[in-house]
């Protein structure tokens, strides 16, 4: 147990000092949005404390600008009964989390524009914090304005007050306090801090559908867009270093801000000790963040590996960096720019080609992972066990590759997806051939860059890239309800 109850008078003090401070990251994140985001709502870049080399603290003991006045009253009386996915927005929060607690306070500002072309009345943003960290709503509001949002399972449905139109934009507040997990067990590996690290997956509110958390399998039950811009704060109990999706941009010892451009979702991963060790690959930094006793160096060059040869078939690997982080437990987890790789782990040169695979499939075009789960985890399986040479039958009976992850069972679910579904995909690359086949696969790639793809349009670009008939020949069976 790591956990010490009898703090040392200098981390006490240093607790203090964060409990001050943690009132004004409120007020900070106004001016943050205000000097990084596109202008929301009119507002006015702030003056003080905002240079590059200015620490965070410095930026959170600034005074208050003033309360932002919308420059249009952009939510309009009235309701349509309506959401979408379809919406651009700009997310930056404060994290304030304790370590030895456990306590996970989010403070989170989104900045969302109606790019959908409806009008809508209500968000619908996803957390496992729902589930998982019993998070209590304490604060929301648009454009200042409370509204009262409802949480059933891992949504946050959250009225916007009335009316926003299509391209208007509203500035939607919400805070919630949590508590992290102390087992890696079931889902707890989510969101949880056990065997010396912090993990946290989609705890950041994020627009979305309602999806159901309660699978029978390890399948993912999340569908998020594309961000163009997330910029995270925490501020934590004593010193942490972090394996985030994003880049540090500023703070040091006790808070510290990172910043991630064009992502669908911020995870991270921390412990007091990670070491880190690092290499390139053209142009991109991996990193590997681990304790004492994991085996970082075959992780390292695993991912070496993995993304020289997956960038080689699909393209660049989109971001400057990538991270891959020992987690407490559970499973290998993608997320842009981060992959997580769980402590006992085996087989980590399969495991790290496999989550690498997935900053294609998923982070560039991403799909509904709960519903469609071929489009992300067959491809992305496909890939690794291609460039390792590693495929092998499937130890399941053939099934359909159309279903939802609430309807495989825990038995047969990665048989069935991962092995039938790559198997399907490598079959289909002999029939048509490698090249028109990978030509398929880039065309599909450039096309939902940044997007949310479907099966039914991977299918398509496939049987588009080849004079056979895969549909009739091939998918029509394996895809009965496509077909
Ligand atoms: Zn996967």
Same mark, same amino acid.
């Given at each position: ?25 409120? &007020? ?32 959170? *003991? ?20 309506? !959401? ?16 030895? #607690? ?6 989170? &500002?989104?900045?969302?524009?109606? #790019?959908?072309?409806? @009008? ?30 409802? =949480? ?31 087992? !890696? ?8 801090? @056990? ?36 910029? $995270? ?29 064009? *992502? ?23 990193? =590997? ?29 989109? %971001?400057?960096? %990538? ?15 981060? !992959? ?9 040169? %399969?495991? =790290? ?39 092998? @039958? ?9 279903? !939802? $992850? ?10 069935? $997806? ?5 198997? &399907? ?9 490698? #090249?028109?086949?990978?030509?398929? $696969? ?42």
């Amino acid at each position: 147990m790591r956990l010490n109850w009898a703090l040392p008078r200098a981390a006490l003090l240093a607790v203090a000092l964060l409990l001050t401070l943690a009132t004004s990251f409120e &007020l900070a994140l106004d001016a943050r949005s205000r000097l990084s985001g596109p202008e929301p709502l009119g507002g006015r870049p702030a003056t003080v404390g905002a240079s590059p080399g200015d620490s965070a603290v410095a930026q959170t *003991v600034m005074p208050r600008q003033g309360a932002v006045a919308p420059a249009v009253d952009a939510i309009h009386p009235g309701s349509v009964n309506a !959401t979408s996915m379809n919406l651009t927005a700009e997310y930056a929060a404060t994290i304030n989390l304790n370590f030895g #607690t456990r306590a996970f306070k989010v403070n989170e &500002l989104i900045v969302v524009t109606n #790019t959908s072309g409806k @009008a809508i009345d209500r968000l619908e943003l996803n957390t496992v914090a729902a589930r998982l960290g019993g998070m209590r709503v304490t604060r929301a509001s648009v454009d200042d304005v409370a509204v009262s949002p409802t =949480v059933t399972d891992q949504t946050i449905h959250l009225p916007l007050g009335g009316v926003l139109d299509p391209g208007a934009q509203a500035r939607v507040r919400v805070t919630y306090l949590s508590t992290l997990r102390s087992t !890696t067990s079931g889902s707890n590996w989510l969101f949880t801090r @056990a065997n010396g690290i912090l993990e946290a997956h989609r705890w950041l509110p994020w627009i979305s559908r309602p999806t159901p958390f309660d699978r029978p399998n390890h399948g993912d039950p999340f569908v998020t867009g594309v961000s163009p811009r997330v910029r $995270i704060t925490i501020a934590s109990d004593r010193v942490i270093r972090w394996a985030t999706t994003g880049e540090q941009v500023s703070g040091s010892g006790l808070v510290k801000t990172f910043e991630a451009i064009n *992502v669908r979702d911020f995870a991270l991963a921390g412990a007091p000790d990670y070491a880190v060790r690092s290499a390139t690959v053209g142009s991109v930094v991996i990193r =590997v963040w681990s304790r004492t006793g994991f085996a970082a160096a075959t992780v390292l060059s695993a991912a070496k590996t993995a993304l020289s040869k997956e960038a080689a078939l699909l393209g660049p690997y989109p %971001y400057k960096t %990538y991270d891959l982080a020992q987690t407490a437990g559970g499973y290998g987890m993608e997320s842009p720019g981060l !992959t997580w790789i769980p402590t006992g782990a085996g087989n980590l040169g %399969y495991l =790290v080609a496999h989550e690498t695979g997935h900053q294609w499939f998923y982070g560039i075009v991403g799909d509904d992972q709960a519903r469609q789960p071929f489009d992300d985890e067959a491809a992305t399986d496909f890939v690794a066990r291609y460039v390792l040479g590693l495929r092998r @039958a499937s130890r399941c009976s053939t099934a359909r590759l159309d279903l !939802t $992850i609430y309807q495989y069972s825990s038995a047969c679910y990665y048989e069935d $997806i991962y092995i039938q579904g790559g198997n &399907l995909l490598d079959d289909t690359r002999r029939a048509m051939g490698s #090249t028109a086949f990978w030509a398929a $696969i880039r065309d599909y790639l450039a096309t939902y860059r940044f997007r949310i793809a479907t099966t039914q349009a991977l299918l398509k670009t496939l049987d588009d890239h080849t004079p056979l008939d895969l549909g009739a020949t091939r998918f029509r069976t394996r895809f009965p309800s496509y077909y």
